[in-house]
């Protein structure tokens, strides 16, 4: 199951069924769980935590040193959730001391040819990250989000569940559950991302509701402070509606409008 000349750090922690391809690398305080398969030429570098039931293909880079000038050292960690398929060259860094030390990816994610993901990110389940499209530091991304091709995230960016970001499409703010960005450069709003929550099960009263929300933010006219009032009355009778206000009340980079 281990190709012998694969080079295996003997502090690393292999578990059962686990396959590496040849000439991979892994590091020192590595875990790698069960039924994970590892192609050739890929470098893990820890400490590193990786699930069970991962697919990770040749010239994958996980868990190097974070890209971030005030790196000095320190013990940091990247930490893979279960069932993740991880294509050619993707590129995951570990966090940093001062940006809490861990960057994690959830389960059952997709993350395609050329992804990059940098230090101090936190990505939830069921995400899928076309080839080519990058998060900088720190951005955090709720489940069930696509990046499209060659789309990326400013650091410090949240962009919340279920939102849908267009091919080539760059965003400096954060972005809102549910909705779908799109431009080449400064991606705006350009409504809600209502085919992926139909194929994911929400019913049509769901829809209205975030379809309401979206109106009061984006084309009633309403300052941010006015639409915030507005969907705290709103949000009583959506749970939907809630995760978008609370979405807000989280914000530090300010809202993609």
């Known amino acids: 199951m281990i190709h012998p000349t694969a080079q295996i750090d003997p502090t690393a ?10 000439y991979t690398v892994i590091g020192a305080d590595v875990h790698i769980g069960e039924g994970t398969v590892i192609g050739p030429h890929v470098v893990v570098e820890g400490p590193t935590r990786i699930g069970r039931d991962n697919r ?44 809490g030390g861990v960057t994690r990816i959830g389960n059952d994610n997709w993350l395609l040819a050329y ?7 936190t990505i939830g389940n069921h995400t899928i990250f076309s080839n080519y499209s990058a998060l900088a530091g ?10 499209s091709g060659y789309s990326g995230a400013h650091q410090f960016c949240k962009v919340g569940a279920h939102a849908f970001i267009a091919m080539g499409c760059l965003l400096g703010a954060d972005v809102p559950p549910f909705l779908m960005m799109a431009n080449d450069q400064n991606g705006r709003p350009r ?11 929400f019913e049509p009263e769901r829809i209205t509701a975030i379809k309401r929300a979206y109106r009061t933010i984006y084309t009633s006219g ?3 402070a006015e639409a915030r009032e507005q969907l705290s009355a709103q949000a ?21 409008r």
């Open 13 to 22: 922690v292999i578990g059962a069924n686990v396959r590496i391809g040849a």
């Open 56 to 99: 990770i293909a040749q010239f994958a880079s996980l868990g190097g040193d974070p890209q971030d000038m005030k790196f000095q050292g320190e013990r940091t960690e990247l930490v893979i959730g279960d069932r993740n398929l991880i294509r050619e060259f993707v590129t995951i860094n570990r966090g940093t001391g001062d940006g």
């Open 115 to 121: 992804v990059h993901v940098a230090h101090d990110c």
């Open 138 to 147: 720190h951005v955090e991304v709720g489940d069930w989000t696509v990046f």
């Open 191 to 201: 409504g809600l991302n209502t085919t992926g929550l139909k194929r994911r099960g």
């Open 222 to 224: 309403l300052s941010l």
């Open 236 to 256: 009583k009778e959506s749970e939907d509606v809630r995760a978008m206000l609370e979405f807000l009340e989280r914000s530090e980079r300010g809202l993609a």
